[in-house]
């Protein structure tokens, strides 16, 4: 059976649609970077995956040989070698700083384009790679200049100092996805604070050199308003714990690489970020960051899901016949390259606002940072739900062999099962987008922008256009009458509002994308489109997924081809 030997050159797709909206001035440089580090990621990082997965887990050391809490997490040299080429990469600290060879800062854009790559190897490791991403953010956005010199070179490093992996502890035991219940509490000693309590979930313990913790100052009120934002070091200037144990690592489900514990703070020393009073405003922009972080997790499992499953398919015999040759395996292997081509576009689309929005641009309207937190959380709660089903789609395919740990799958479906969960449940993007809509008005902000886009397309189906318009108008009208209701029923309904939102925000990516006269995303578009708004209500009698497949999945650029069921 074939295997990749490179993400980046072996996805024309994604190749395409970075050079469509990468930065012009920095192209170049990255097209190259992308191709080195797709193939890394396809090779060397890929087989340390596995042996991670496998036998390579982190472990905690909790005492030494004299019974001393150490509290040290043990991680395989495999996984070290992943993390120095990851972070000398620039994946996050280009975002913050020059790359030498430019002379200028690179952008989100190329960062995200890395974690997609790296998250079809290793979505375990692109978790501590998006903490420390957020926590640069919030270093550098928001840390005074003392607190930032002292860590924000360590987080952004390339090689040329110590890295600091950083990482974001907010989730406490009586709270859960309630922030707002947190007690751990800030005691000022002179300069700096004391921090004592528990963080429950925290993931990238033991391996971060800074922590990003929320917790309560003395006298403060309850509730989200009473957090504050502190920087708090893994260890002192002597290299000694900070007042900081690891009670224990979690034994998850999936994505074993990255070691999540239960931290305890028994008078750690910790720095204050920014103002006192809005701790949690600025816990909640980092926590955009991980919600796009982790929608490029999803179409990055998506994405091998779908070629490990089309490179079996087209290597499996079954019943004297290739698995190819059979008209339900075309008609998946279709829909999932289709789904996935047009969900990475919409990531991608969104990235472009992403970047500015939190690079705070001067061009930055009220409206473009609506959109962006309501695009966020759309395309996080459906790729991610995407990702299983991918997952789900390949072991299929795979038959018993798609069980087996000698393959990529039945990690791919654990590493997946997670993405619906870290960062908001469904449940709570849907209470998002409920906020939004009711503080913003984002629904008509949304509707008002689909409507002005959809105008301004042009060499489209009207056909495509009647059944998206038709979307439109269902999303008006349930937006409408759940508003005029309780906040019960309006909870009841927001995951069917973010359904209808994230397929008419998909469907028009589609139909743009086909707008440029190419006849693979022509086909394409017609593909999602019928299987988007009409899957219900009529019968493909043209079998399009059968009559496509050579174009669509095989790449071949020849419209006369033709596909004959007996």
Not at 45 to 66: C, F, S, W
Not at 347 to 366: A, G, H, I, T
Not at 467 to 484: F, H, Q, W
Request: glycine fraction near 6%; hydrophobic fraction near 35%; include cysteine.
């Amino acid at each position: 059976m074939r295997r990749q030997t490179n993400f980046y050159e072996e996805d024309s797709h994604f190749r395409n649609l970075f050079k469509k909206y990468a930065n012009k001035d920095l192209y170049g440089w990255a097209d190259q970077e992308l191709m080195r580090f797709g193939e890394r990621c396809a090779t060397d990082i890929d087989q340390r995956a596995v042996h991670t997965d496998r036998e390579g887990q982190p472990k905690l050391i909790k005492y030494n040989q004299l019974g001393d809490d150490i509290s040290e997490v043990w991680v395989n040299d495999g996984y070290k070698k992943t993390v120095q080429e990851t972070y000398n990469s620039g994946i996050v600290g280009y975002i913050h700083k020059q790359i030498p060879e430019l002379g200028k800062k690179g952008d989100y854009f190329i960062s995200f384009a890395q974690g997609y790559l790296l998250s079809q190897a290793e979505p375990g490791f692109y978790c501590p790679v998006t903490l420390t991403m957020a926590t640069a953010y919030l270093l550098d956005h928001y840390a005074n200049e003392e607190v930032k010199s002292i860590f924000l070179p360590h987080v952004t490093s390339t090689g040329e100092m110590e890295l600091y992996e950083g990482a974001t502890f907010l989730t406490e035991r009586q709270g859960g996805s309630d922030v707002g219940a947190n007690e751990t509490k800030a005691v000022k000693v002179g300069k700096t604070y004391r921090l004592y309590g528990e963080k429950y979930f925290a993931s990238n313990a033991g391996m971060c050199g800074v922590a990003m913790v929320l917790a309560r100052m003395e006298g403060s009120p309850k509730g989200t308003k009473g957090l504050s934002l502190f920087a708090v070091p893994w260890r002192d200037d002597n290299g000694r714990l900070n007042g900081i144990r690891i009670r224990r690592l979690k034994d998850k489900l999936g994505v074993r690489a990255v070691p999540s514990a239960e931290v305890e703070f028994d008078g750690a020393e910790a720095y204050l970020v920014g103002d006192e009073s809005k701790g949690i405003h600025y816990m909640m922009e980092a926590l955009n960051l991980s919600r796009l972080c982790n929608a490029v997790a999803s179409i990055g499992i998506m994405r091998r899901a779908y070629t490990e499953a089309k490179n079996y398919a087209l290597y499996r015999e079954a019943f004297g016949k290739q698995l190819t040759d059979y008209p339900m395996i075309k008609e998946t292997l279709v829909h999932l390259v289709v789904k996935q081509e047009i969900e990475t576009s919409a990531v991608f689309s969104l990235v472009k606002l992403f970047d500015r929005v939190m690079m705070k641009k001067e061009s930055v309207s009220d409206k473009d940072q609506v959109m962006n937190r309501l695009l966020i959380a759309l395309l996080k709660k459906e790729s991610a739900e995407q990702a299983i089903q991918f997952s789900h789609e390949a072991i299929e395919i795979h038959g018993g062999n798609g069980f087996i740990e000698d393959f990529v799958t039945p990690r791919l479906l654990r590493d997946a099962q997670v993405l619906t969960v870290w960062e908001g449940t469904a449940n709570i993007l849907g209470l998002e987008i409920l906020r939004l809509i009711d503080k913003y008005q984002a629904h008509r902000v949304f509707i008002n922008e689909m409507e002005k886009q959809l105008t301004d397309l042009g060499n489209v189906s009207d056909r495509d256009i009647q059944l998206v318009e038709k979307g439109i108008e269902d999303l008006r009208n349930l937006s409408d009458y759940a508003l005029s209701k309780s906040k019960d029923v309006q909870s009841y309904h927001s995951k069917r509002i973010a359904k209808l939102m994230v397929n008419i925000y998909e469907s028009i990516i589609a139909i743009k994308e086909a707008s440029d006269g190419c006849r693979r995303n022509q086909l394409k578009a017609e593909i999602f489109i019928e299987k988007t708004w009409r899957e219900n209500d009529w019968i493909d009698q043209d079998l399009k997924s059968i009559k496509y497949f050579d174009e669509i999945v095989l790449l071949k650029d020849d419209s006369s081809l033709t596909t004959t069921i007996q």
